[in-house]
């Protein structure tokens, strides 16, 4: 690699092993880009270095959005709870697929649990019009990771290039942008396909039982709908899901037929790997084993803290439960304070 040299002398100014391991061997990010977390630099930006003939250092795409006409707050004063603001969009994109998208009318929206009360905020975007944005496949939906609580602004990158090379099933695709608010600086982002069911994204058949959920213990969102298990073990807490795809808006305290369907479905698959005699050839009738086994490890080696916790993503096709895509990796490989320990 053309870039070695450069990589290893700015790794010896103090960035991790694991960052400067995987820079140095494998390249995270879209295409053959491999990202630097300059220190010298503004602790938001993030450049890049090609390992092709030309080495200079350059700006990674630029994401230009701007409130509409009429709004009563600016993009960086939105709360989470404000819900959708109406934007229009401009975005520079350099690269193989290089492009420009002018006045591409959109909604922003605040995202995330805890990264929702940092001063960088991620967001979920959503165009008007599908938007084939770095060649992820055409679609209305992306998010912008802040990665607000990570300095290297990498781990989620890394959990995702590492994923992909280990073929789990529909892990995202990324790309590193910088993003201006109302024209002003807000750092850079990692720009995300959403995890949805769709043609480029989670390929399921939700008009014929399929359906996609996130593990989530405890929090809420207003607008989602949530999925209860109980069970008989006492030593085992009772399991919770975000019902993510299809979308269901309960009147009420109401629960509908679909709903339901998904619950007994759900609830079978527990059912089976809590029972007192069931065999392996029982469990492998109703889940992944592969999926799940791959993707117990992949936590395990990352390190991850919300694994069994939150952002845990299954997915149902064909009568069996399936674990991924993975997600949220801000606060793994070590980057998650005293509270949490490392054996």
């Given at each position: ?117 940092a001063e960088k905020k991620p967001f979920n975007l959503k165009f008007s019009e599908k938007q084939n944005l770095y060649g ?89 709908t949530y999925i209860d298990l109980n069970n008989e073990k006492k030593w085992i807490s009772d399991y919770r899901f975000e ?101």
């Open positions: 690699m053309k870039n070695e040299k450069k990589l290893s002398s700015y790794c010896k100014k103090g960035v991790s092993a694991l960052v400067c391991a995987t820079l140095l061997t494998s390249g995270v990010g879209y295409g053959n880009i491999q990202i630097l977390a300059d220190t010298n630099i503004n602790a938001n930006s993030l450049y890049a270095l090609q390992d092709d003939a030309d080495t200079s250092v350059q700006k990674v795409g630029q994401l230009y959005l701007t409130s509409a006409e009429g709004q009563k707050k600016t993009i960086s004063e939105l709360k989470k709870a404000d819900g959708n603001m109406d934007i229009s969009v401009q975005f520079n994109m350099p690269g193989e697929q290089a492009s420009v998208i002018t006045n591409a009318a959109a909604t922003i929206k605040v995202r995330g649990n805890t990264t929702s009360n992820m496949g055409s679609a209305k939906k992306y998010v912008l990771l802040a990665n607000a609580y990570d300095p290297t602004l990498i781990r989620n990158a890394v959990a995702l290039s590492l994923a992909k090379e280990l073929g789990i099933p529909y892990t995202s695709d990324f790309a590193y942008v910088d993003v201006y608010l109302d024209g002003k600086y807000n750092g850079n982002y990692m720009l995300v396909e959403t995890v949805e069911a769709g043609a480029n994204r989670v390929e399921l058949d939700l008009d014929h039982g399929d359906f996609l959920v996130q593990l989530e213990k405890e929090r809420a969102e207003a607008d989602s019902l993510k795809e299809p979308k269901i808006v309960n009147a009420g305290t109401a629960i509908t037929a679909e709903q339901l369907e998904i619950q007994n479905k759900l609830q079978h698959v527990q059912d089976v790997l809590l029972a007192s005699d069931t065999t392996m050839a029982d469990i492998a009738k109703v889940i992944d084993l592969d999926s799940f086994v791959n993707y117990y490890i992949f936590a395990e080696y990352m390190k991850s803290v919300d694994a069994g916790y939150s952002s845990v993503y299954f997915y149902y096709k064909d009568g069996k439960l399936y674990a991924a895509p993975v997600w949220d990796f801000d606060l793994s490989m070590g980057n998650a304070g005293s509270y949490y320990t490392y054996g």
